[in-house]
């Protein structure tokens, strides 16, 4: 028995956290990590977990009111905010979103210096701000992002189709997807 393969539509593209920071609506402001315009996002997800790794994908933003912080809950205590930190990195996690309020004021100094150390990309999320705002707001821009992908790529086959049906087939369709790939095509 011979398997077919069915084409399956090309990935959901990621967007960039620069993209979700110029939201004015969310109020969202980067404290730390590599520039903004440089981080992709595939999604996002809130866990309030003291180890979150078994639970991402990579490629989130993950977002927490740091309820799992002892200091949160008015229990005094060391929290490892270097290995929380590094777990998130080693699941390939591409920002932390950290709201304050309800259960802190501001993002905890050791979260600051510990996304620093790592590299993590550190988001401040505001009092007003939800997190299904924030993960809405992610998904309508890759649903965006998907619309102009694929006007993209259905353009370039109507132009590829046009230029099949001119006289001179083979040149056309070369000239056109030279002119899309903006470089040289050959037979």
Same mark, same amino acid.
């Given at each position: !028995? +011979?398997?077919?393969? $069915?084409?399956?539509? @090309?990935?959901?593209?990621?967007?960039?956290?620069?993209?979700?920071?110029?939201?004015?609506? #969310?109020?969202?402001? +980067?404290?730390?990590?590599?520039?903004?315009?440089?981080?992709?996002?595939?999604?996002?997800?809130?866990?309030? !977990?003291?180890? @979150?790794?078994?639970? %991402?994908?990579?490629?989130?933003?993950?977002?927490? *009111?740091?309820?799992?912080?002892?200091? *949160?809950?008015?229990?005094?205590?060391? &929290?490892? &905010?270097?290995?929380?930190?590094?777990?998130?990195?080693?699941?390939?996690?591409?920002?932390?979103?950290?709201?304050?309020?309800? $259960?802190?004021?501001?993002?905890?100094?050791?979260?600051?210096?510990?996304?620093?150390?790592?590299? %993590?990309?550190?988001?401040?999320?505001?009092?007003?701000?939800?997190?299904?705002?924030? *993960?809405?707001?992610?998904? +309508?821009? !890759?649903?965006?992002?998907?619309?102009?992908?694929?006007?993209?790529?259905?353009?370039?086959? +109507?132009? %590829?189709?046009?230029?099949?049906?001119?006289?001179? @087939?083979?040149?056309?369709? #070369?000239?056109?997807?030279?002119?899309?790939?903006?470089?040289?095509?050959?037979?």
């Amino acid at each position: !028995m +011979q398997e077919t393969a $069915v084409p399956s539509a @090309p990935p959901t593209p990621p967007v960039s956290l620069a993209a979700l920071l110029s939201r004015d609506d #969310l109020g969202l402001r +980067q404290i730390t990590g590599p520039p903004a315009g440089e981080v992709t996002i595939h999604g996002a997800h809130t866990s309030e !977990m003291s180890d @979150p790794y078994p639970y %991402l994908l990579g490629g989130e933003l993950l977002l927490t *009111a740091g309820v799992h912080i002892p200091e *949160a809950a008015g229990r005094p205590g060391s &929290f490892d &905010f270097d290995g929380y930190v590094a777990r998130i990195v080693a699941a390939g996690g591409a920002a932390l979103g950290f709201g304050v309020a309800p $259960v802190h004021d501001t993002v905890p100094a050791g979260l600051v210096a510990a996304c620093e150390e790592h590299g %993590l990309p550190l988001v401040e999320v505001p009092p007003r701000t939800t997190f299904s705002g924030v *993960a809405r707001a992610v998904w +309508q821009l !890759m649903a965006r992002a998907r619309l102009s992908e694929l006007r993209r790529i259905t353009e370039a086959q +109507q132009g %590829l189709a046009a230029a099949a049906s001119r006289p001179d @087939p083979v040149p056309s369709v #070369l000239r056109r997807l030279a002119g899309r790939l903006e470089g040289r095509a050959v037979l």
